[in-house]
C-alpha cells in the first residue's frame, strides 16, 4: 500500500512553491503560474503558517473585488491546515482530503516541511498501484509465477 513518502520519493527534489506572509497575492499567482501549480505555502523561515490556493483566490479575493497587486497573503491565507506525516497511506490522505473539502496536503514531520501533495499526487499513486495488481493477477492467472 502507498504512502506519502512514496510519492514524494518519485518526484522531483524541486524546491516548494512557498512565499512569506507578507508577499502579495499577485507574487503568489506568478510563482503558481511560473510552477504550474494550485497552491502556495506561506511559511516564515521553516515555519508553517498556511497556505494559498486557487480557491482562496476565488472565493477570497475575486468575489469581493479586492486587487491581488495590494492584497497580503497573511490576509487571505488558509490558516487551519490539515497536514500528513510522509507514514500516512494513500488512501488515508484521500479520507483526510475528501472529508475536508482539499486539495492540497502539506507533509510535515518533526515540524519540518518536507512536501506538499495534490489529489492528483494521490490518485495517480493509487492508480499505479493498481495497474500493479492487476499485472500481478494478470501474470499469476497465466500462469506466470510458481
Do not use: W
Not at 527534489?13 to 512569506?20: F, G, H, I
Not at 511560473?34 to 494559498?52: E, T, W, Y
Not at 479520507?95 to 510535515?108: D, E, F, T, Y
Amino acid at each position: 500500500m502507498p504512502n506519502v513518502s512514496d510519492i514524494l520519493a518519485h518526484r522531483d527534489q524541486r524546491v516548494l512553491a512557498a512565499l512569506p506572509p507578507e508577499a502579495t497575492v499577485r507574487d503568489a499567482l506568478q510563482l503558481m503560474a511560473d510552477r504550474n501549480v494550485g497552491s502556495v505555502l506561506i511559511m516564515q523561515g521553516d515555519a508553517l503558517l498556511g497556505i494559498f490556493t486557487e480557491r482562496d483566490y476565488a472565493r477570497k479575493l475575486a468575489l469581493k473585488g479586492l486587487a491581488s497587486a495590494d492584497t497580503l497573503l497573511a490576509n487571505v491565507m488558509t490558516s487551519k491546515l490539515y497536514v500528513v506525516s510522509p507514514r500516512q497511506t494513500v488512501q488515508e490522505c484521500m479520507g483526510i482530503m475528501s472529508q475536508a473539502r482539499l486539495r492540497h496536503l502539506p507533509v510535515v514531520e518533526g515540524g519540518q516541511v518536507l512536501g506538499l501533495v495534490s489529489i492528483g499526487d494521490l490518485v495517480n499513486a493509487e492508480l499505479a498501484e493498481q495497474r500493479f495488481i492487476i499485472a500481478q493477477m494478470e501474470s499469476y492467472i497465466g500462469g506466470g509465477i510458481g
